[in-house]
Each structure stands twice: as structure tokens, then as C-alpha cells.
């Protein structure tokens, strides 16, 4: 069992930035990738960065460049570095943890969440 807990929302203006992170507890050993989506109000969850166990990355284009997803394995934690914020960057943040207890079970974890709004 996989639990995740986010942190780092906040209100934010338009150009600024925040971190958000991630921590897991329980079996992190089981996790073969890890990221976060987000969901805007009146709109559908969208993938926003992803990370894998191996350490390759990806972005949603409308994030490319101003994001970055990175890890301290010690704590861990995962983070979300948002830079050049914008108005439409405003969402519920969830983190998101996959991964393989035995062979053929797998699972995914979600975060309870964490709000962002970016003001003008």
C-alpha cells in the first residue's frame, strides 16, 4: 500500500511561481513511475508531468518549459517546480504513484490534492 500526500498549493499571481511536492509512504519501493495531473474546474483530469522509476521525464506541452518534475529519493517526495505561471495553470493538483505489488498486480495511488490558483 501506496499513500501519497501533497502539499505547496496556494495563491499565486500570474508569472510567479510554486513548488508543490509530493510525499509517499508504505511500499515506495513498489512505484515504477510517479506524476501529477491536474483538474481545472468544469474540465477533465489532465496528465501534467510524469516521472519514471528510471528517471525519464514528460510534459504536457502547455507546461513544457516552465515545469519540472524532479525526486529526493531520500525524503520520498516528489516535486513540481511551476514556473511562469498562468491563469489557466489554475486546478486541483494531484499527485499519482503506479507501480507493481507482485508480478500481475499492479496499482495506482492518488494524492487527496492541492489547489492552485493563479490570479492576474
Known amino acids: 500500500q501506496v499513500q501519497l500526500v501533497e502539499s505547496g498549493g496556494g495563491l499565486v499571481q500570474a508569472g510567479g511561481s510554486l513548488r508543490l511536492s509530493c510525499a509517499a509512504s508504505g511500499n515506495t519501493a513498489s512505484i515504477n513511475a510517479i506524476g501529477w495531473y491536474r483538474q481545472a474546474p468544469g474540465k477533465q483530469r489532465e496528465s501534467v508531468a510524469g516521472?519514471?522509476?528510471?528517471?525519464?521525464?514528460n510534459y504536457a506541452d502547455s507546461v513544457k518549459g516552465r515545469f519540472t518534475i524532479s525526486r529526493d529519493n531520500a525524503k520520498n517526495t516528489v516535486y513540481l517546480q511551476m514556473n511562469s505561471l498562468k491563469l489557466e495553470d489554475t486546478a486541483v493538483y494531484y499527485c499519482?504513484?503506479?507501480?507493481?505489488?507482485?508480478?500481475?498486480?499492479?496499482?495506482?495511488?492518488w494524492g487527496q490534492g492541492t489547489l492552485v490558483t493563479v490570479s492576474s
Open positions: 499519482n504513484a503506479q507501480g507493481m505489488v507482485v508480478a500481475g498486480l499492479t496499482f495506482t495511488t
Open positions: 516521472l519514471s522509476s528510471g528517471g525519464s521525464t
